[in-house]
Protein backbone atom coordinates (compact mmCIF):
# COMPACT_ATOMS: atom_id res chain seq x y z
CA UNK A 1 0.00 0.00 0.00
CA UNK A 2 2.78 2.15 0.63
CA UNK A 3 4.20 1.99 -2.44
CA UNK A 4 0.95 2.82 -4.54
CA UNK A 5 0.70 6.23 -2.17
CA UNK A 6 4.53 6.82 -3.15
CA UNK A 7 4.22 6.28 -6.74
CA UNK A 8 0.78 8.45 -6.31
CA UNK A 9 2.83 11.62 -5.14
CA UNK A 10 5.15 10.94 -7.32
CA UNK A 11 3.24 10.45 -10.95
CA UNK A 12 1.13 13.86 -9.49
CA UNK A 13 4.50 15.63 -8.94
CA UNK A 14 5.54 14.68 -12.41
CA UNK A 15 1.91 15.78 -13.87
CA UNK A 16 2.34 19.08 -12.37
CA UNK A 17 5.02 19.65 -14.22
CA UNK A 18 4.72 18.37 -17.31
CA UNK A 19 1.08 20.30 -17.40
CA UNK A 20 2.50 23.36 -16.02
CA UNK A 21 -0.87 24.98 -16.14
CA UNK A 22 -1.80 25.42 -12.33
CA UNK A 23 -5.33 25.77 -12.74
CA UNK A 24 -7.58 23.17 -11.47
CA UNK A 25 -8.95 21.33 -14.54
CA UNK A 26 -5.07 19.99 -14.62
CA UNK A 27 -4.97 19.34 -11.07
CA UNK A 28 -8.26 17.41 -11.27
CA UNK A 29 -6.79 15.49 -13.85
CA UNK A 30 -3.51 15.01 -12.87
CA UNK A 31 -5.08 13.20 -9.43
CA UNK A 32 -7.53 11.04 -11.75
CA UNK A 33 -4.40 9.32 -13.98
CA UNK A 34 -1.92 9.69 -10.92
CA UNK A 35 -4.86 7.94 -9.19
CA UNK A 36 -5.31 5.22 -11.84
CA UNK A 37 -1.49 4.80 -12.48
CA UNK A 38 -0.46 4.03 -8.55
CA UNK A 39 -3.82 1.59 -8.45
CA UNK A 40 -2.66 -0.29 -11.77
CA UNK A 41 1.21 -0.49 -11.42
CA UNK A 42 1.60 0.00 -7.34
CA UNK A 43 2.70 -3.08 -6.49
CA UNK A 44 5.57 -3.14 -9.71
CA UNK A 45 7.15 0.92 -8.71
CA UNK A 46 8.74 -0.26 -5.47
CA UNK A 47 9.07 -2.85 -2.75
CA UNK A 48 11.04 -0.59 -0.22
CA UNK A 49 9.20 2.44 0.06
CA UNK A 50 11.40 3.72 2.71
CA UNK A 51 14.40 3.90 0.69
CA UNK A 52 13.20 6.77 -0.90
CA UNK A 53 12.76 8.59 2.80
CA UNK A 54 17.10 9.12 3.06
CA UNK A 55 17.52 12.59 1.27
CA UNK A 56 21.26 11.36 0.11
CA UNK A 57 20.14 8.64 -2.14
CA UNK A 58 18.37 11.92 -3.73
CA UNK A 59 21.55 13.38 -3.65
CA UNK A 60 23.74 10.57 -5.63
CA UNK A 61 20.86 10.66 -8.54
CA UNK A 62 21.36 14.22 -9.30
CA UNK A 63 25.15 14.75 -8.54
CA UNK A 64 26.40 11.36 -9.60
CA UNK A 65 23.83 9.52 -11.33
CA UNK A 66 22.11 12.09 -14.04
CA UNK A 67 25.40 13.62 -15.16
CA UNK A 68 27.10 9.85 -15.55
CA UNK A 69 24.11 9.19 -17.33
CA UNK A 70 24.23 12.13 -19.88
CA UNK A 71 27.69 11.90 -20.30
CA UNK A 72 27.33 8.45 -21.46
CA UNK A 73 23.82 9.34 -23.70
CA UNK A 74 26.43 12.15 -25.03
CA UNK A 75 29.35 10.05 -25.93
CA UNK A 76 26.98 7.00 -27.71
CA UNK A 77 25.01 9.76 -29.56
CA UNK A 78 28.53 10.92 -31.16
CA UNK A 79 29.57 7.39 -31.92
CA UNK A 80 26.57 6.10 -33.27
CA UNK A 81 26.49 8.97 -35.73
CA UNK A 82 29.78 8.48 -36.68
CA UNK A 83 29.19 4.79 -37.62
CA UNK A 84 25.87 6.12 -39.29
CA UNK A 85 27.99 9.05 -41.74
CA UNK A 86 31.20 6.64 -42.46
CA UNK A 87 29.38 3.53 -43.33
CA UNK A 88 32.72 1.51 -43.31
CA UNK A 89 33.85 1.80 -39.93
CA UNK A 90 33.67 -1.39 -39.07
CA UNK A 91 31.14 -2.69 -35.97
CA UNK A 92 30.33 -5.57 -34.84
CA UNK A 93 27.28 -6.25 -33.33
CA UNK A 94 26.30 -9.22 -31.11
CA UNK A 95 24.22 -10.55 -27.89
CA UNK A 96 26.50 -9.98 -24.77
CA UNK A 97 25.88 -11.21 -21.12
CA UNK A 98 27.40 -9.20 -18.76
CA UNK A 99 26.52 -9.68 -14.72
CA UNK A 100 25.44 -7.12 -12.19
CA UNK A 101 25.10 -6.78 -7.89
CA UNK A 102 21.94 -4.96 -8.20
CA UNK A 103 19.25 -6.68 -6.30
CA UNK A 104 16.40 -4.78 -6.29
CA UNK A 105 14.08 -4.29 -8.91
CA UNK A 106 14.04 -0.81 -9.38
CA UNK A 107 17.63 -0.72 -9.29
CA UNK A 108 17.30 -3.50 -12.38
CA UNK A 109 15.12 -1.21 -14.19
CA UNK A 110 17.55 1.44 -13.92
CA UNK A 111 19.99 -0.28 -14.35
CA UNK A 112 18.69 -1.89 -17.75
CA UNK A 113 16.80 1.68 -18.81
CA UNK A 114 20.24 3.79 -18.51
CA UNK A 115 22.07 0.52 -20.87
CA UNK A 116 18.79 0.68 -23.15
CA UNK A 117 18.69 4.92 -23.99
CA UNK A 118 22.25 5.02 -24.22
CA UNK A 119 23.06 4.62 -28.24
CA UNK A 120 24.89 1.35 -29.25
CA UNK A 121 23.23 -0.65 -26.48
CA UNK A 122 19.80 -2.02 -25.53
CA UNK A 123 18.67 -4.04 -23.13
CA UNK A 124 17.31 -7.78 -24.39
CA UNK A 125 16.37 -9.71 -21.15
CA UNK A 126 17.39 -9.79 -17.31
CA UNK A 127 17.90 -13.00 -15.45
CA UNK A 128 17.00 -11.26 -11.98
CA UNK A 129 17.68 -14.51 -9.52
CA UNK A 130 21.71 -14.74 -11.16
CA UNK A 131 21.78 -11.15 -11.97
CA UNK A 132 22.66 -11.43 -15.62
CA UNK A 133 21.33 -8.79 -18.11
CA UNK A 134 21.51 -9.71 -22.10
CA UNK A 135 22.56 -6.93 -24.06
CA UNK A 136 22.48 -5.80 -27.01
CA UNK A 137 25.74 -4.08 -28.17
CA UNK A 138 26.37 -2.00 -31.85
CA UNK A 139 30.21 -3.04 -31.44
CA UNK A 140 31.30 -6.08 -29.46
CA UNK A 141 34.71 -5.23 -27.91
CA UNK A 142 35.43 -8.46 -25.92
CA UNK A 143 34.70 -11.99 -25.92
CA UNK A 144 34.09 -12.55 -21.77
CA UNK A 145 31.57 -11.28 -19.46
CA UNK A 146 33.86 -9.44 -17.20
CA UNK A 147 35.11 -7.14 -19.41
CA UNK A 148 31.53 -6.87 -21.22
CA UNK A 149 30.44 -6.06 -17.60
CA UNK A 150 33.27 -3.46 -16.85
CA UNK A 151 32.67 -1.62 -20.27
CA UNK A 152 29.16 -1.38 -20.35
CA UNK A 153 27.59 -2.03 -16.66
CA UNK A 154 30.27 -0.84 -13.97
CA UNK A 155 29.49 3.09 -14.71
CA UNK A 156 26.20 2.33 -13.80
CA UNK A 157 26.25 0.35 -11.27
CA UNK A 158 28.33 1.43 -8.52
CA UNK A 159 25.71 4.81 -8.60
CA UNK A 160 22.85 2.52 -8.51
CA UNK A 161 23.70 0.78 -5.74
CA UNK A 162 23.98 3.50 -3.63
CA UNK A 163 20.69 4.90 -4.51
CA UNK A 164 18.48 1.96 -4.44
CA UNK A 165 20.14 -1.04 -2.96
Known sequence: MKSRIV?????????????????????????????????LTG??????????????????????????????????NIDVAYRVIHPNLPINPGIV?????????TALTFLANSITLTPGTLTVDIDRDKGILYIHWIDVKAKDVKEHTRLIVERFENILKKIFD
Open 7 to 39: LFFIAFFVWCLLSWIPDWQHLIIGVLVAGIVSF
Open 43 to 76: DLFIQRPHILKHPLRYWYFLTWYLPVFLWQVLKA
Open 97 to 105: KVKTLLKSD
